[in-house]
């Protein structure tokens, strides 16, 4: 991914009224040129605003896929959201992995017109490297702002977050900013054993129990003058949080077989997947601790909820685990990268990029066709005719293709025959077979894709 210039914006001024508030939103372009200026989703009026390749359009987008005229931003008609419209163009407009004739757009929509790739977002901002190993752009960072101001001081983090998110990395971060000269210590409160929790806690001394052949600081005095993160903390007894809760107000331990507690200087972080509130109110997690740990409060936002990092953290693992030889990726893959859930998050993609270099090392470009079937969704269909029958008794991969699909595909491929396998939904083997039984001429396909109209 290379990051240059590029012309994309409108230049109107009133912002855009959605339901009860106004949204000021932007379409995030992230591929096949990252950094290229968002598209404002913004205008006066009922003006129209043209995108293509044209000089006269308000949004100029380059490349062979893009049609000089290729789609227009309007007020929707159902609401005051943008609607955008294909024009008719050479290779149309999907909105999500489907292809549309037009579509209203959203927060979080993934748009892809030609060979370009966007995702609609409000107040983006520059991806960064926020802290070591902690990236995002403008969700992120706003969510993140109000630790990074609270580091220096001593109020107790409650974290939430679903699995993945960075809760873990988040703490790291929080740690670094706080200058604390001490460790950072994590511990799993899940994976505690129950009749051991306490004394892993806040330590034992030799003999205090069965098994007990030395003595042990535990984790709160393991992490004296430093961090303490207790992950998954509504997962402790009730009897313990109710310990736990009088070291917080007291700031002391009792280690197990001590009959002197002994003070800690400890900065407390703790995480939850679900809301703490949710377990106080099922009776899991004790109301008078969560007071008593509810310094500042922040939950971390899915990856769902910034899709517009999610190419860039996809690049950025993929020079990471490949030592900075990374190969190249198709917009075919971005644009399915963009629209999946991500349900495990930065975690899942993290997993996928270390599936895709074991399974494919020596590939130097990655495509949609190397992504696992649960990444998507993608589309069969091009805007303007069906190109692949999927009969229900037949496994996918071994559906009939006929000639005008493979034709449509081809064209809509540029020639690309990798790309064109990807949009049937076959692999590129099978591709050139076809090719071959149906005695399809490549360089004339090539030769006619030309000028898009």
């Given at each position: 991914m290379r990051h240059d210039a590029g012309t994309t914006t409108i230049t109107e001024s009133s912002p855009i009224r959605r339901g009860e508030g106004s949204v000021d939103l932007s379409l995030v372009w992230l591929?096949?040129?990252?950094?290229?200026?968002?598209?404002?989703l913004r205008w006066q009026g009922d003006v129209e605003v043209l995108i293509g390749r044209d000089p006269s359009c308000g949004v100029r987008l380059d490349g062979s896929e893009v049609s000089r005229r290729h789609a227009a931003l309007r007020?929707?008609?159902?609401?005051?959201?943008?609607?955008?419209v294909d024009l008719g163009s050479h290779n149309g407009i999907r909105v999500n992995g489907k292809s549309v004739a037009s579509a209203e757009l959203s927060l979080g929509d993934v748009v892809r017109i030609g060979g370009w790739i966007g995702v609609v977002a409000n107040?983006?901002?520059?991806?960064?490297?926020?802290?070591?190993?902690?990236?995002?752009?403008?969700v992120l960072q706003a969510t993140v702002a109000p630790l990074r101001q609270a580091a220096a001081s001593n109020l107790t983090i409650v974290l939430e977050g679903e699995t993945g998110t960075g809760k873990e990395i988040v703490t790291r971060s929080v740690h670094q900013w706080s200058g604390r000269p001490g460790p950072l210590v994590a511990v799993n409160c899940a994976a505690l054993p129950e009749g051991l929790a306490e004394g892993e806690l806040f330590g034992y001394r030799r003999g205090a129990f069965t098994g007990a052949d030395r003595a042990s600081p535990g984790f709160f005095r393991s992490a004296e003058g430093g961090t303490l993160l207790l992950d998954e903390v509504s997962d402790l007894p009730l009897s313990l949080q109710a310990k736990l809760l009088r070291v917080l107000q007291e700031?002391?331990?009792?280690?197990?077989?001590?009959?002197?507690?002994?003070?800690?200087?400890?900065?407390?972080?703790?995480?939850?997947?679900?809301?703490?509130?949710?377990?106080?109110?099922?009776?899991?997690?004790?109301?008078?601790?969560?007071?008593?740990?509810d310094g500042l409060t922040v939950r971390l936002p899915p990856l769902r909820q910034r899709k517009e990092d999610v190419p860039y953290l996809f690049a950025q693992v993929l020079r990471e685990q490949t030592h900075g030889k990374a190969p190249a990726v198709e917009g075919d893959l971005v644009e399915r990268l963009c629209a999946h859930d991500w349900p495990f998050n930065v975690r899942e993609l993290v997993q996928l990029v270390r599936q895709l270099l074991t399974l494919h090392p020596s590939e130097s470009l990655l495509g949609a066709h190397h992504l696992p079937g649960r990444i998507g969704p993608h589309d069969p269909q091009q805007a303007s005719s069906k190109i692949l029958t999927r009969p229900s008794t037949l496994p996918p991969g071994s559906e009939p293709v006929e000639l005008p699909a493979l034709l449509a595909a081809l064209r809509a491929a540029g020639g690309n025959v990798t790309r064109a396998a990807a949009i049937l939904g076959i692999s590129r083997q099978r591709a050139y077979r076809l090719m071959e039984s149906?005695?399809?001429?490549?360089?004339?396909?090539?030769?006619q894709e030309g000028e898009p109209h």
């Open positions: 591929f096949p040129r990252t950094g290229t200026p968002a598209t404002r007020r929707g008609e159902k609401s005051a959201g943008p609607l955008l107040a983006p901002s520059e991806f960064a490297e926020i802290s070591p190993g902690l990236y995002g752009g403008a700031g002391e331990v009792q280690p197990l077989g001590e009959t002197r507690p002994v003070p800690v200087n400890v900065r407390i972080v703790v995480a939850s997947q679900q809301p703490l509130m949710d377990a106080v109110k099922d009776g899991r997690f004790r109301a008078d601790l969560l007071a008593r740990l149906h005695a399809v001429n490549l360089d004339a396909i090539r030769g």
